[in-house]
């Protein structure tokens, strides 16, 4: 109980950037559409955002819920128990169905969540308000949906970038301007990809088909970190704006309308400085108090998909915890090994590298001996796990440039 008690408390403690992504990879309509929009959000931004902030002191929680697991009780309840601390960051981002009353009072859309119970639908403000009520350092929500009007439903309170199968690299410039929008940043934003009235729609990217918004996303976090796009919320918001209407005006000659309401100021950066001696006394800490591990395996039921959230929260976690930058070799080896003593029984399962923007294996190798080179390298800046499969556990790497 003691060890329990110390955990929550470390975790309590660490800055976190908590991502909430629910995306509707099943629908007949749009379902190849949106694991094309999965997969440029997390190669294109999620996985970006989530290299820089690390090298700025920050964990990583990542809630992805998508296919068969995607419920409307599924969001309730990741939205409703999400646990966070006063310096961290929450990001939720939806893509799938929506629409809007005509008795709504609300400019925001409503959610269908991979159904159609009118009843079940979720509105983006209610996800927004709870998830600013737990008073993190910065609370985003974001809802790539139609917000066009349903007959029935009742009111509730093309980027530049070319394909790149390989690994990602970033240079320290790049991470500095890209974190800065995360770690600096106080308070609040909500947005939509579509004002009332309007749907929300589609466009060519590298020969397939993905939501116009996710994609102007993408294109614009690649102009941030090359310091096109200014490293903050005004210049962001108003770029993304007008590439989203540029966008859908050329490519579907239809009006799309983000909209957003921005409540944030610039904190400073809130991440402690600690000596080496003190990172490396926390990181070993942290690695001697994780919970039990159940064996990874591929997960797809509703039932299971908190085990498996746990699985990849873990893997996740000692993964990036053997490439901190301000522990030493000695304790990253160490570490290393406690993580091999621990899971003895995995350490022939493979690792499988994915390249940046699709599925395409660019490299293979056992648990073990992954384990081994993230101890050594200096030049990868993060991984992150993007599924476990039966071809073993898939994850996509960062590397310094």
Request: glycine share 6%; net charge negative; hydrophobic share 35%.
């Amino acid at each position: 109980m003691a060890a329990l008690t110390l955990l929550l408390g470390l975790q309590m403690n660490a800055q976190t950037i908590h991502w909430l992504t629910f995306i509707d990879t099943t629908d007949s309509d749009v379902g190849q559409i949106d694991v094309r929009g999965r997969e440029v959000l997390y190669s294109r931004f999620i996985g970006l955002v989530n290299a820089a902030m690390q090298d700025k002191g920050y964990k990583t929680s990542i809630h992805d819920i998508y296919g068969a697991r995607l419920t409307p009780e599924a969001c309730k309840s990741e939205v409703q128990n999400l646990s966070v601390g006063p310096d961290d960051v929450v990001v939720f981002y939806y893509i799938g169905h929506g629409g809007r009353s005509v008795d709504d009072k609300t400019q925001w859309p409503q959610m269908q969540m991979a159904q159609h119970y009118e009843h079940k639908f979720i509105p983006l403000e209610w996800v927004h308000n709870t998830l600013k009520g737990k008073n993190p350092r910065l609370a985003v929500t974001i809802g790539m949906c139609c917000n066009s009007y349903a007959r029935g439903l009742s009111a509730k309170s093309a980027p530049s970038f070319a394909p790149n199968f390989g690994n990602t690299y970033m240079s320290q410039s790049e991470i500095d301007n890209l974190s800065k929008l995360f770690a600096e940043y106080k308070g609040d934003v909500i947005m939509s990809s579509s004002t009332p009235g309007q749907t929300s729609g589609c466009m060519v990217l590298n020969d397939k088909v993905i939501d116009v918004f996710t994609g102007c996303i993408a294109m614009c976090t690649e102009a941030m970190m090359s310091g096109e796009v200014g490293a903050d919320w005004d210049d962001l918001l108003d770029t993304l704006k007008g590439l989203v209407a540029y966008v859908s005006d050329v490519q579907r000659d239809e009006e799309q309308t983000v909209q957003y309401i921005a409540n944030v100021n610039q904190a400073g950066r809130v991440n402690a400085n600690k000596t080496q001696q003190q990172a490396c006394r926390e990181a070993r800490q942290e690695a001697r108090e994780q919970a039990p591990k159940p064996a990874p395996q591929k997960q797809d039921s509703e039932e299971s998909s908190s085990d498996r959230d746990k699985i990849i929260d873990y893997f996740n976690t000692m993964f990036n915890l053997l490439l901190r930058g301000d522990i030493d070799d000695d304790t990253r080896i160490e570490l290393a090994q406690t993580f091999t003593d621990e899971n003895g029984e995995l350490m022939n399962m493979r690792v499988v590298t994915l390249g940046q923007d699709a599925d395409v294996v660019v490299g293979r190798q056992t648990l073990e001996d992954f384990i081994g080179r993230l101890a050594t390298t200096r030049i990868m800046q993060s991984v992150s796990v993007a599924d476990i499969t039966d071809r073993g556990i898939e994850v996509r790497e960062v590397f310094r440039r």
